[in-house]
C-alpha cells in the first residue's frame, strides 16, 4: 500500500550495508531515491548497491555523486603519523602538486598544481569544513606564505575551500568521467554533479552522456560562491538542484545560508526544476534513535519552502538508525504538509520560459480546476516525465498519478513534489487507455467513489505528441469509457 507524502526523501546507501532486507526496510519506511557517494565506493561496490536496490524493487531510482573538481590536502608525510598539530599564528607554506606529494609541518601540499597562481594575497584557506584557516600573507616562486588563523590537528585529504576566489579546475575529473561513463552502463538515472560554479560544468557532463545516447539526468550541486553567482544559468541547464549546505555553510556566513536555500528553491520552482536539500538535516540520528527539535525545525523549514526532496547522508549511509531516520523525515513531511493554510498551489506566479508551453499551461490549469472544483486526484500519462514535473512544479494540494510508459520515466518523477508514478509496459494506441491503469492502481490504493472527480492531463496524439488538453471528469463516466476501451481491444 503506498503511503503518500509530496515531499520525498533521498537516502545515502553505502555497500557494507546494502542487503535486500535493508533496502526494503528503508523504502518501506518511506526512502523514494537510494544515493550512492561516488568518494566513498570503488565502482564495484555501486554496482552491488545498484543491482540490490533493482532486485528488491525496480522502480526505485539511483542517484550518484560524482566527487567534482575539489582541493584537498595531499596524504600526511609518514613520519608525522596520521596527522601535523598546528597552532594559531604557526606560518607554513602551500603549494601545488599533483597529489604525489606528501604534507610537512613546512609545507602543505594541496592537489591542484595552479593553487598559488590562482590565489592571491589576502585570501582565507578553510581546511576540513573551517576547523583550520590560514590567512595568505605573501606570494614567492611556487608557494603561498600564509598564517595560520585557527589551528588543529591537519589531517590527510581533507577538503579545501577559498571564499570568493575562483580556481581553474577541470569541469570533470578523469575520476568523474570512469563513474559517469559507469552509471551510463549499470541503470543509474540522475548524476548529482559536485561543486558545480557554471553552465559550462553541467555541459561537460552532457557531453559524455549525449556521446552514449544516455538518458541521464543531471542534479547540480551548489556548494560554493561561484555556483551562486551563476545560479540562474546553472538551473537553465540542469534537471535539478541539489543546495549541499556542508561546503556552502563554509564558503558563506552561516547566517546567509537560509535566505540563500529559500532563494534558490524558488528559481527552482519557477523553473519547474526538482529542488533537493542536503546535508545534516538529522545528523544527530547518525547515533541517536530521536533528532534534536532544532532538527525537526530545520526539515520541516526545507518542506514549508516546498522543496521536491530532502536528503539524509551519514544518517543512512553509516549511522546507527538508518530506518528511523528515514521514518523521521517522513513523519515530519506528513505532518507539515496537513497544514493547508500554508500550502497552497503555486499556480499566480511568474514562471521562467520553458520550450513546451502548452505542457505548462495545461498542468498549470489542472492544478487551478483542483482549487475550485472538488477535484479528488490528478491523472496524466507521460513519456519523458515532463508533464508530471510540470504538475509538480505548480505544488497542487492533491495527489498526481502518473502513468508512465518507460522505467526511467517513472524512476525520475520519485524526486518530484506530490507525483506517484506508476509503470504501464506496452503503448496503446487510444488517449484515453492510461486511465484504465490508473483507476486499478487508485482503487487499490485508496477505493474511488463514482461520483469522485478527477483531473485528466493527456494527449490527442499519443505520447509521443505530448499533452494537448485537460479533462474534468467523474469515475462513473470514466469507468464506462474505460470499460468500452477494454470490450474494443479484445474485440481485435
Known amino acids: 500500500m503506498y503511503r503518500m507524502k509530496k515531499t520525498k526523501v533521498v537516502a545515502t546507501m553505502s555497500d557494507f550495508r546494502c542487503t535486500d532486507e535493508f533496502v526494503r526496510n528503508l523504502y518501506d519506511a518511506g526512502m523514494d531515491v537510494v544515493r550512492i557517494n561516488s568518494a566513498h565506493v570503488t565502482e564495484e561496490a555501486a554496482t552491488r548497491i545498484v543491482e540490490t536496490v533493482h532486485r528488491v524493487n525496480p522502480s526505485i531510482p539511483v542517484m550518484i555523486d560524482t566527487k567534482g573538481p575539489e582541493i584537498r590536502v595531499t596524504a600526511i608525510a609518514a613520519e608525522y603519523g596520521d596527522s601535523i598539530l598546528f597552532a594559531a599564528g604557526d606560518r607554513v607554506e602551500v603549494r601545488g602538486s599533483d597529489g604525489s606529494d606528501d604534507t610537512t609541518r613546512e609545507v602543505i601540499r594541496m592537489n591542484v598544481p595552479c593553487i598559488v597562481a590562482d590565489i592571491p594575497v589576502g585570501a582565507r584557506l578553510l581546511i576540513a569544513d573551517g576547523e583550520l584557516e590560514l590567512a595568505v600573507e605573501e606570494k614567492r616562486e611556487g608557494a603561498l606564505v600564509c598564517r595560520f588563523l585557527a589551528g588543529g590537528a591537519l589531517r590527510s585529504r581533507k577538503s579545501v575551500n577559498v571564499p570568493g576566489v575562483s580556481i581553474d579546475l577541470p569541469s570533470v575529473t578523469e575520476r568523474d568521467r570512469r563513474f559517469i561513463e559507469w552509471a551510463i552502463g549499470h541503470d543509474v538515472d540522475f548524476i548529482a554533479h559536485s561543486f558545480v560554479r557554471s553552465a559550462r560544468d553541467v555541459a561537460a557532463v552532457q557531453r559524455i552522456l549525449d556521446a552514449h545516447g544516455s538518458p541521464i539526468k543531471i542534479i547540480s550541486k551548489i556548494e560554493n560562491q561561484e555556483g551562486l553567482d551563476h545560479i540562474d544559468e546553472i538551473i537553465e541547464s540542469s534537471y535539478g538542484i541539489m543546495v549541499a549546505r556542508g561546503d556552502l555553510g563554509v564558503e558563506l556566513p552561516a547566517e546567509a545560508i537560509p535566505n540563500t536555500q529559500r532563494r534558490i528553491v524558488e528559481k527552482c520552482i519557477a523553473a519547474k526544476r526538482p529542488v533537493i536539500i542536503a546535508t545534516q538535516m538529522l545528523y544527530s540520528m547518525v547515533r541517536s534513535p530521536r533528532p534534536t527539535r532544532a532538527e525537526v525545525s530545520d526539515v520541516a523549514s526545507a518542506i514549508y519552502q516546498r522543496v521536491d526532496a530532502v536528503m539524509l547522508s551519514d544518517e543512512t549511509a553509516m549511522g546507527d538508525y538508518p530506518v528511523e531516520a528515514v521514518e523521521t523525515m517522513a513523519r515530519i513531511a506528513r505532518e507539515i504538509e496537513r497544514d ?19 505542457t505548462a499551461q495545461l498542468a498549470r490549469s489542472a492544478v487551478r480546476a483542483c482549487t475550485n472544483l472538488p477535484v479528488r486526484y490528478v491523472v496524466l500519462d507521460t513519456k519523458t516525465g515532463r508533464t508530471g514535473r510540470y504538475l509538480a512544479a505548480f ?42 491503469d490508473a483507476l486499478e492502481f487508485l482503487d487499490q490504493w485508496r477505493k474511488l467513489r463514482d461520483e469522485d472527480l478527477l483531473a485528466i492531463v493527456g494527449g490527442s496524439f499519443g505520447p509521443d505528441g505530448g499533452a494537448s488538453y485537460v479533462e474534468l471528469a467523474d469515475v462513473r463516466n470514466i469507468r464506462g469509457r474505460n470499460a468500452r476501451i477494454v470490450a474494443a481491444q479484445r474485440a481485435k
Not at 498551489?345 to 508551453?357: A, G, K, W
Open 340 to 358: 493547508e493554510t500554508h500550502f497552497k498551489p503555486i499556480v499566480d506566479i511568474d514562471m521562467v520560459s520553458v520550450n513546451h508551453e502548452i
Open 395 to 436: 505544488r497542487g494540494r492533491k495527489t498526481v498519478v502518473a502513468v508512465c510508459y518507460s522505467l526511467h520515466a517513472q524512476r525520475i518523477l520519485a524526486l518530484s513534489y506530490g507525483v506517484v508514478s506508476i509503470l504501464r509496459n506496452q503503448e496503446i494506441d487510444d488517449k484515453y487507455h492510461f486511465l484504465v
